[in-house]
């Protein structure tokens, strides 16, 4: 249950972002400069959380190899597009369609590491396509 909780949390405020990032972006900030300073604030912060609560930072090099790779592939190149799009989009039209991301996730789940993908699943990833094409025509 509470994977749920942290899920909802989570969901709740990645939705206030797209507006924090608007108010940021509508100056003179371009997005790269706009990922630099969201990663290093990122960044300082989970140190700083990292230091308080005495955590470790000492994992096996492929695991952290692995995760380093994901960060580049999510926070940079991912949030590059994002802020782009935010940029010079609605938020309201470019963030539900960002947000279809846990489609492509199921779908490379299911190809590339196996797990299953039920008819709930399936029926879950067409409302998500669905959605985003209801948001994308009504602009």
């Known amino acids: 249950m509470k994977e749920v909780l942290f899920a909802v949390l989570s969901a709740l405020v990645w939705g206030t972002a797209p507006l924090v ?5 509508r100056g003179e900030v371009p997005p790269l400069a706009g990922i630099f300073y969201h ?3 990122a960044t300082v912060c989970a140190l700083l959380f990292l230091v308080l609560t005495r955590g470790s930072i000492n ?11 994901g960060g580049f592939v999510s926070g940079f190149l991912g949030l590059l597009l994002y802020y782009k799009a ?8 470019v963030a539900p369609i960002a947000a279809s991301s846990p489609l492509w996730a199921s779908l490379f789940a299911f190809l590339l590491l196996g797990e299953t993908f039920s008819l709930l ?5 067409i409302l998500v396509v ?10």
Do not use: E, M, Q
């Open 21 to 25: 990032f608007k108010l940021g972006l």
């Open 39 to 41: 990663n290093l604030t």
């Open 59 to 69: 994992y096996p090099l492929r695991d952290v190899a692995i995760i380093s790779f």
């Open 86 to 93: 935010i940029k010079v989009g609605d938020v309201s039209v």
């Open 121 to 125: 699943k399936l029926l879950g990833a």
């Open 130 to 139: 669905v959605g985003v094409i209801f948001i994308t025509v009504s602009r």
